[in-house]
């Protein structure tokens, strides 16, 4: 490889804050806010799920000495607000679902690595941080704005997480030489699954629904 | 005794992680979720009372190092998941209310043990550590199902944890070689004045209702 | 001055804590809630955004050793419990908006402070945890009292905050030696917009809000 595992890992992720901070801007254009309301649910949603992980591993929230995050949600809720008067109202909700998509795939996969590598509660502990950092952003976000979370949608979404956290979980095990590999596969994994929910509506097979005594 | 203090404590709160866990599936049928969410909001609400006691005490996560909560959990919500369409609708919610009651009984005595045990803000903080650990995890679920939470129903719900809690921390003050009494005596009071509440609708008394210059 | 920097800080908290305990019973009283989920809520609304902040500093909770914090705000939430019926309901609406303003100018720079003076990644980081000290009480009230929160509205918030906070971490790296100054004007600043705000009904300029390609 021409870049090693740890820049790897910092390049997703600093792709991931961009993508997370810019998906709450969308999500944000849904309500009236303004411009330091967009920022600060930017910052939110871009370190939310991240933050939650650094709290429950009881560590050093990694934004506290990693300033360009901020920076970079800053920047990127910016570019978000001055743009999404640009785009088509069903080009924001698709646009928002992959910038969505990227980031959680992104997210995903470098939680897992960073509770991993704390040795936390493995094997299953990584498992549930990467989903954390993943989904808990994004959760946040939509609890701030009164949406109805995405945990919450007939679309696959924590599925795929949980199936892109617990592979890399297998690689980190089973390959460790190959971590980022793993990393890439397993992200790639999370981006397909959803892509394949949103391009295509497959959706959480029948046997899979809660079934009440309704019917 | 025939078991140890900590033994029994150990055993209320597998009970409650279960009992929290099947909350979660009984409150989630409400909405159409599938059996991935499910067990996602299980161990979320099982284990996100007493996370954020440990978050708060500044603590290392219980579950970290004691993964079979996060097994319990799981199985429970899958347990949950498969039995949920066999059980009637006014059923599910009268049994809902019910294990919900059993949770909450067994956290808020397990959670006040723990912060007393850390010399937490005594004699207060274990109280409020206590409510924290009961409420905490059953609030998370309500917040990410969209759901009013119980907190602002008018049965009895902060006032039989509260009072919980402040009787053991009472036996724990007053009687430490009984604190295993103190706790299964605290547990029951909880339990029973939440069964009041359920079956006979004892509500909070008028003087305690807030009244606003309406009338 | 008359009294030190950390006696200013204190008052100001203290004073802080009872307002934001009292805005969360003026809060709870347009829903029909009770005498202690009154004080539960006025007690989270006082002590959540600093406790968030703690937990983000990786720090102990200021009100495990300093409990007074926690019986201010429950007597200051019966207090507001017995007289919100003598206040008239468009009143209260008015009474909340600057008891909420009272105490996030307090808590703004409180944030602030601690963080500087920890070295939380300065000098964005003080920033932000002031932001969320100030905020984040309201914001945790909001979504437990299942209404819009603070964030939403088109007044003045976020911002009046945030400058605040900003000129407070300006007043710290430049004129350390005058920080209590500092302190006093930062909060009047924000005291003073959010003023602005709900008297005059100024608004966030129409160029910072956000503008979707609806017309």
Not at 169 to 178: D, E, K, S
Request: with cysteine; net charge neutral.
């Amino acid at each position: 490889m021409f870049i090693t595992t740890a820049e790897l890992i910092t390049s997703i992720s600093i792709l991931g804050t961009a993508a997370f901070a810019f998906s709450a801007v969308l999500a944000a254009s849904e309500k009236n806010t303004d411009i330091f309301t967009v920022a600060v649910l930017g910052v939110i949603t871009a370190v939310g799920g991240g933050s939650t992980r650094d709290v429950l591993l009881n560590t050093t929230v990694f934004w506290s000495e990693e300033m360009y995050y901020i920076w970079i949600a800053i920047t990127s809720s910016l570019i978000g607000f001055l743009s999404v008067s640009l785009l088509k109202k069903n080009l924001v909700y698709t646009v928002n679902l992959y910038v969505d998509a990227i980031a959680i795939s992104m997210f995903a996969i470098q939680g897992t690595d960073k509770a991993w590598s704390l040795g936390f509660g493995l094997p299953l502990g990584p498992i549930m941080l990467g989903i954390i950092t993943a989904v808990g952003g994004g959760v946040i976000r939509d609890i701030l704005l009164q949406r109805p979370t995405l945990l919450l949608s007939k679309e696959l979404y924590a599925i795929p997480v949980a199936l892109g956290c617990t592979l890399h979980a297998l690689g980190l095990t089973f390959a460790p030489q190959y971590s980022d590999i793993s990393a890439i596969v397993s992200a790639l994994l999370v981006f397909y699954l959803r892509h394949l929910s949103i391009s295509k509506q497959v959706q959480v097979p029948r046997w899979a629904l809660i079934s009440t005594g309704k019917s």
